[in-house]
């Protein structure tokens, strides 16, 4: 009969996504997550079969931390405004997460339709806010979004990798005017 587990999958999770948001994913050791569980490495074992295991379950959680923050947005108005915001936020507040999900080469992406696939129901509630919001086909949206999250992914970059630092206003004016110049020029199509 296998081990008792000492601790939850979750709590397990939870700390992992710690260590990494502190150190980065080269951080995320089966000892310094046993120590940041209070414990040794073996308790990890109970719940995954190795640290590969872990790590793909911390990119998940980081990813549903990413949500979340984008999430805020969407009662916001302008919803897709604020996502782009929220993004730049997570960069400067998360900035191993950042780097973690959208530098570091953990998709299978080669072009910006498979970025959009990997970014899930995100990507999907934005596109369909800015059709509702601005009148445009599906088309038309897709084709803001991937120019304005491309934009905002540079500005995120440079925050991650703190290259740059932005104050609220400076964002919003950096995105609003991306935004406006792009939606003109799809409009104008």
Wanted: hydrophobic share 45%; glycine share 6%; aromatic share 10%.
């Amino acid at each position: 009969m296998p081990p008792k587990p000492k601790f939850t999958r979750e709590e397990i999770i939870d700390a992992a996504l710690e260590l990494v948001s502190e150190k980065g994913m080269e951080g995320l050791t089966s000892r310094d997550l046993g120590a940041k569980l209070g414990s040794s490495a073996r308790p990890i074992f109970t719940v995954f079969k190795n640290m590969e295991e872990v790590q793909q379950e911390v990119l998940r959680a980081a990813m549903k931390k990413f949500e979340n923050y984008a999430r805020k947005a969407l009662y916001c108005t302008p919803a897709f405004k604020q996502v782009g915001i929220q993004m730049i936020l997570f960069a400067m507040e998360e900035p191993r997460l950042y780097r973690l999900l959208f530098m570091e080469g953990n998709g299978a992406a080669k072009n910006f339709e498979q970025v959009f696939d990997e970014l899930g129901e995100t990507a999907v509630v934005c596109v369909e806010t800015i059709q509702k919001d601005y009148g445009l086909d599906a088309a038309g949206a897709k084709a803001l979004f991937e120019h304005v999250w491309i934009f905002t992914f540079g500005i995120g970059a440079l925050c991650a990798m703190d290259r740059c630092r932005f104050s609220q206003e400076e964002i919003n004016e950096l995105l609003g005017q991306d935004f406006a110049a792009m939606l003109m020029r799809i409009k104008a199509q």
